[in-house]
């Protein structure tokens, strides 16, 4: 069974501070997607990252994926309220079915 | 531009009793996946259809739980006998088989709750 192991869990931290989120995993994934979830409604996809040491940018979010396509970190700049939510990663397989989320990180931005 | 959409959004119903859910994909999306996800988890795989086809069953999708996409576009999920370890909110996710890298895109869910 894969599986992946996010930290923090919680992370409460001060508008204008940096953080990370970090996703591990012992089994290699085909694709590592981020989502986004806000209470009471589904994830929303942030990135999908395929290739070992790959990183992508998105406004003030950093996402990498691993060389070994093992682990992925979520580096955000200079946070805002906004950022606020739960940050998922999700491990995808070749065959295409089923993804393998992480418990995820709740992150809190106070203002 | 209509994304995953999920109804009902709540469902209140007492122990014992069946329920079903109906989840519409993105119109050219031929892969529909339905996730179960608990307070504080990450989303768990329950199944998931190509087109009609169901191709794939979680050993959490217990006999009282069957899913159906009968002609490749909508899908329902019901539960019979509900227990109250079934309150949780039930996603569905769609996406296109090829070149997509499994990206998966949400519905809203429905959150259900068995009294």
């Known amino acids: 069974t894969q599986l992946l192991e996010q930290s923090p869990q919680f992370l409460s931290i001060q508008e204008g501070e940096n953080l990370t989120v970090y996703c591990n995993s012992s089994?290699?994934?085909?694709?590592l997607q981020w989502y986004r979830q806000e209470p009471g409604e589904g994830p929303v996809l942030l990135v999908t990252?395929?290739?070992?040491?790959e990183v992508k940018k998105l406004k003030r979010l950093t996402f990498q994926f691993g060389d070994a396509r093992k682990d992925s970190s979520l580096h955000i700049t200079a946070a805002q309220p906004g950022d606020t939510g739960l940050y998922l990663c999700a491990g995808g397989e070749t065959s295409g079915s089923r993804l393998t989320f992480g418990e995820g990180t709740q992150l809190t931005v106070n203002p | 531009d209509t994304g995953v959409s999920q109804d009902p959004r709540h469902k209140i119903t007492k122990r014992g009793q069946n329920v079903t859910f109906r989840c519409d994909p993105i119109s050219e999306h031929n892969r529909l996946y339905w996730y179960r996800q608990t307070l504080g988890q990450g989303p768990e795989f329950l199944t998931y259809?190509?087109?009609?086809?169901?191709?794939?069953k979680s050993r959490l999708l217990s006999d009282r739980f069957s899913a159906e996409r009968p002609k490749g576009s909508f899908s329902t999920l019901e539960i019979q006998r509900t227990e109250q370890g079934d309150s949780a909110m039930y996603l569905c996710a769609s996406s296109l088989a090829a070149g997509s890298y499994n990206e998966q895109f949400f519905g809203p869910g429905t959150r259900l709750t068995v009294l």
């Open positions: 259809f190509q087109n009609e086809a169901q191709l794939e």
């Open positions: 089994s290699v994934f085909s694709s």
């Open positions: 990252v395929v290739t070992g040491g």
